[in-house]
């Protein structure tokens, strides 16, 4: 989750007193609107909790009026304390934080507790209507859905909550995965259009974890819509006689048969996502990526019109980060002051191209974001899985509140690796340096390039494993 705060607003308070709001976005999206003390309120809660020598640096209190240079000097402070937070393993997975935002969002959202409906999309277009409260969080979202298709309460882990957005040719795209430190109900209300919906999805790679999933019938059934469905929007990529005995099976009602027929199809699994832009293999291509398989695959369509596929591996990036920027308005450094904001998302990550050459390649696209949740959930399930256990035995397994359910990975042949033109191309540097720091520039909100922190970008723990029969 990318945490930002690239805007304030003045606002008036119930004594008609003005103040300084800062407007919390999640992926580029605004989440809540919260004072200062709200914020120092939560620090100082969650330094009673964990203490000080945890807790990350929070700006001070000031006795007089802000200036507007010190009402931005802040908000850039708070916004690095949000991500510092967000990130620490056990602030971030907190229940006292996370019910902090999903508070925060109810009130910015002026949304009152009480009785609704909401419908969750299945992968075919059925909708399930479940009753819930505004102020149910991700989980017991997930869990009235699963009562209501009667799905048992060990297989509720292998399925997430996403936010697509459906367009008029009837695609998806893929927003993010529904947070703890979230509502459901207010997430999409708050987006006061319908052609975003709450989506129900596995949450795992590894199709190793197909057969629990399988074993129920219910499971079966929620696996065997979304392959279908997956199927019929190209996702997964179905010759002529494939496509045969597909059909062959469907008429006959064979859900387990179709699913393992469709287990050994390219592609099977993979989430794709919108036409984006790339710098690899040269500035300025258009290329639409997919997750899955640990990999992120790329179909590249060059300058001259040629097309190339290839595919990185999740197991040779060094490390990823995502960034945003937004426009400056008038030159001033306070780009933005509404509610609605142009955010620019990147995500670049740092790759093995060679035995002792590691590259950047960056992805330019409005669902960055769900591209690091997807590569964040890879390493997780190659981690468990390298370490002996499994993510059964991980689901729903509550930290401090939170739940962590590590997404997963599949086996489908990759295709050959894409080879970079330039062999001199910037930003390589040797393998001997792959694990020292390094400096990465992030675009602040005001668009200037600075450095920052470690904490910043995401070191992959499944790199380290790399050898050269890897290569």
């Given at each position: 989750?990318?945490?930002?705060?690239?805007?304030?607003e003045?606002?008036?308070g119930?004594?008609?007193?003005?103040y300084?709001?800062y407007?919390?976005?999640v992926n580029g999206?605004l989440?809540?609107r919260?004072?200062?003390?709200q914020?120092?309120?939560?620090?100082?809660?969650?330094?009673?909790?964990?203490?000080?020598?945890v807790v990350?640096?929070?700006?001070?209190?000031?006795?007089?009026?802000?200036?507007?240079?010190?009402?931005?000097?802040?908000?850039e402070?708070?916004e690095?304390?949000m991500?510092?937070v967000?990130?620490d393993?056990?602030?971030?997975?907190s229940?006292?934080?996370?019910?902090?935002?999903?508070k925060?969002?109810?009130?910015?959202q002026?949304?009152?507790?009480?009785d609704?409906?909401?419908?969750?999309?299945l992968?075919?277009?059925?909708k399930?209507?479940?009753?819930?409260?505004?102020s149910?969080?991700?989980e017991?979202?997930?869990?009235a859905?699963?009562?209501?298709l009667?799905?048992p309460?060990?297989l509720?882990?292998?399925?997430?909550?996403?936010?697509?957005?459906?367009?008029?040719?009837?695609g998806?795209?893929?927003?993010?995965?529904?947070?703890?430190?979230?509502?459901?109900?207010?997430?999409?209300?708050?987006l006061?259009?319908?052609?975003f919906?709450?989506?129900?999805?596995?949450?795992?790679w590894?199709?190793?974890?197909?057969?629990?999933?399988m074993?129920n019938r219910?499971g079966?059934?929620?696996l065997y819509?979304?392959?279908?469905s997956?199927?019929e929007?190209g996702?997964i990529?179905?010759?002529?006689?494939q496509?045969r005995?597909?059909?062959?099976l469907?008429e006959?009602g064979?859900k387990?048969?179709?699913?393992?027929?469709?287990q050994?199809?390219?592609?099977?699994?993979?989430?794709?996502?919108?036409p984006?832009?790339?710098?690899?293999?040269e500035?300025?291509?258009?290329?639409?990526v997919?997750?899955g398989?640990?990999?992120l695959?790329?179909?590249?369509?060059?300058?001259?019109e040629?097309?190339?596929?290839g595919s990185?591996?999740?197991?040779?990036?060094?490390?990823?980060?995502?960034?945003?920027?937004?426009p400056?308005?008038n030159?001033?450094?306070?780009?933005?002051?509404?509610?609605?904001?142009?955010?620019?998302?990147?995500l670049?990550?740092?790759?093995?191209?060679?035995?002792?050459?590691?590259?950047?390649?960056t992805i330019?696209?409005q669902?960055?974001?769900?591209?690091?949740?997807c590569?964040?959930?890879m390493?997780?399930?190659?981690?468990?899985?390298?370490?002996?256990?499994?993510?059964?035995?991980?689901?729903?397994k509550?930290?401090?509140?939170s739940?962590?359910?590590?997404?997963s990975?599949?086996?489908?042949?990759?295709?050959p690796?894409?080879?970079s033109?330039?062999?001199?191309?910037?930003?390589?540097?040797k393998?001997?340096?792959?694990?020292?720091?390094?400096?990465?520039?992030?675009?602040?909100?005001?668009?200037?390039?600075?450095?920052?922190?470690?904490?910043d970008?995401?070191?992959?723990?499944?790199?380290?494993?790399?050898?050269?029969?890897?290569?």
């Amino acid at each position: 989750m990318h945490f930002s705060i690239p805007e304030t607003e003045v606002c008036s308070g119930e004594n008609g007193s003005p103040y300084v709001a800062y407007n919390i976005h999640v992926n580029g999206v605004l989440h809540c609107r919260v004072r200062y003390s709200q914020l120092l309120g939560l620090h100082e809660q969650i330094k009673k909790e964990y203490g000080s020598n945890v807790v990350p640096a929070f700006p001070p209190k000031k006795i007089f009026t802000l200036t507007p240079a010190e009402v931005e000097q802040r908000r850039e402070q708070l916004e690095k304390y949000m991500q510092a937070v967000r990130q620490d393993p056990l602030l971030g997975a907190s229940e006292m934080f996370n019910s902090f935002l999903r508070k925060a969002q109810q009130d910015t959202q002026q949304i009152p507790t009480e009785d609704v409906a909401l419908d969750i999309c299945l992968s075919n277009g059925q909708k399930v209507t479940v009753d819930i409260l505004t102020s149910d969080q991700t989980e017991d979202v997930l869990d009235a859905v699963a009562t209501k298709l009667d799905l048992p309460d060990d297989l509720v882990g292998y399925f997430s909550l996403f936010l697509v957005r459906e367009g008029v040719d009837g695609g998806l795209t893929f927003v993010r995965k529904l947070q703890e430190f979230e509502l459901p109900y207010v997430s999409i209300t708050s987006l006061r259009t319908s052609e975003f919906h709450i989506l129900l999805r596995k949450s795992y790679w590894d199709m190793a974890y197909d057969g629990d999933v399988m074993d129920n019938r219910v499971g079966l059934n929620l696996l065997y819509t979304q392959t279908v469905s997956d199927i019929e929007r190209g996702w997964i990529l179905v010759n002529k006689d494939q496509h045969r005995q597909l059909k062959s099976l469907q008429e006959k009602g064979s859900k387990k048969e179709f699913i393992h027929l469709g287990q050994t199809l390219k592609y099977y699994g993979y989430l794709k996502f919108d036409p984006c832009i790339t710098d690899f293999p040269e500035k300025g291509c258009q290329v639409i990526v997919s997750a899955g398989n640990n990999e992120l695959n790329f179909h590249v369509k060059l300058p001259n019109e040629q097309m190339k596929e290839g595919s990185f591996k999740v197991t040779r990036m060094r490390c990823w980060r995502v960034t945003s920027s937004v426009p400056i308005a008038n030159g001033t450094t306070n780009p933005c002051s509404s509610a609605k904001c142009e955010v620019k998302l990147e995500l670049a990550f740092e790759y093995l191209m060679s035995k002792d050459r590691l590259q950047w390649v960056t992805i330019t696209s409005q669902q960055a974001i769900m591209m690091s949740i997807c590569l964040q959930s890879m390493v997780d399930e190659l981690m468990v899985k390298k370490s002996g256990g499994s993510i059964k035995k991980m689901l729903r397994k509550r930290h401090n509140g939170s739940i962590h359910r590590p997404d997963s990975q599949q086996a489908v042949k990759s295709p050959p690796l894409l080879d970079s033109p330039d062999p001199n191309r910037e930003q390589i540097v040797k393998l001997s340096t792959k694990l020292s720091s390094v400096s990465l520039r992030g675009i602040s909100a005001s668009n200037s390039a600075n450095s920052i922190s470690g904490n910043d970008f995401h070191g992959n723990y499944a790199f380290e494993g790399i050898g050269d029969d890897d290569l």
